[in-house]
């Protein structure tokens, strides 16, 4: 089967895939394919945290992998996605990993058979990325119901924002954002972060995404941490057991300062790591069905 979007998903498979997640990170749980299945990672944007989460994952079950490289492939004589991903299908490829800048590119790959899990698709899903923050969320706090969590930052060009946003919605959570005015969703409800950072139990910030702004903006990195960052200061606001997410990769000093990455606070990199755990039981969801 696909993983497209957690919104093909019902709530009880998703919490399948945690559970699944969580045997796999206790070790109760262990799948080996033997170098019997083999998956292709094909990234067209640049990654860092999901290409090599998937390919960690893949390793950790067995799998043999295969590395594409876009820009040595034969796309650059213009071959089509559809044709690539054909061609992997043909060459007796299990799965494969894309991450590709279009929105829902998944769309020209619907007569493809081999199964298809989406390493990020434009601004619309990123749902290993949204897994593996519902592990975390729950990792901490035993639950999702009536947790409240605050996204902010540069919510518009957020694939996390508008894939968690759905998800922790249909889970129960109360999701605010909030961030500067240019980067506001209209169809989101926007609060002040200064008054809404005391009462949330979650506050996941973003990256500001200048790679998808189709106008330069200016931004002032230490007047964006003064008034929508992370820092020493604000975070001795933040209710005792509440934590800071973040997808990551994060620009030190503008959304997050560097003496907050790692406060006792921050799960940014236990984050990453569950990751691994979140897709090693998507893939086994993917290859099985
Ligand atoms: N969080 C995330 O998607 O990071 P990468 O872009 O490094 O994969």
Request: aromatic letters at 8%; proline letters at 3%.
């Amino acid at each position: 089967m696909n993983i497209l979007k957690l919104a093909d998903l019902e709530v009880k498979e998703i919490e399948e895939i945690l559970d699944q997640a969580a045997a796999f990170k206790s070790g109760t749980k262990k799948i080996n394919y033997n170098g019997d299945k083999i998956i292709a990672n094909l990234f067209f944007e640049p990654s860092t945290r999901t290409h090599y989460s998937f390919e960690t994952a893949e390793l950790k079950l067995g799998c043999k992998t295969i590395d594409f490289a876009p820009e040595s492939s034969s796309m650059k004589k213009g071959e089509t996605l559809y044709d690539t991903v054909k061609t992997f299908e043909s060459l007796g490829v299990d799965a494969v990993v894309i991450r590709h800048r279009e929105d829902e590119y998944y769309k020209q790959l619907e007569n493809i058979k081999i199964p298809i899990l989406n390493g990020g698709d434009g601004t619309k899903d990123h749902p290993s990325q949204s897994l593996l923050d519902l592990y975390t969320i729950k990792e901490e706090f035993g639950h999702f119901e009536g947790l409240k969590v605050l996204i902010v930052g540069d919510i518009k060009h957020s694939r996390v924002a508008h894939s968690n946003i759905k998800v922790m919605e249909r889970l129960g959570m109360k999701v605010y954002t909030s961030g500067p005015e240019e980067f506001r969703d209209d169809n989101l409800e926007f609060v002040n972060f200064e008054e809404y950072l005391p009462k949330v139990d979650v506050v996941m910030l973003l990256r500001i995404q200048l790679e998808r702004h189709n106008e330069k903006v200016a931004i002032d990195a230490k007047e964006y941490n003064s008034k929508y960052g992370l820092n020493a200061t604000n975070v001795s606001k933040m209710k005792d057991n509440a934590i800071i997410m973040h997808p990551a990769p994060f620009n030190r000093n503008v959304e997050i300062s560097d003496d907050v990455v790692e406060c006792s606070k921050s799960r940014i990199f236990k984050q990453i790591t569950n990751g691994v755990y979140v897709r090693m039981a998507m893939i086994e969801k993917a290859l099985n069905i």
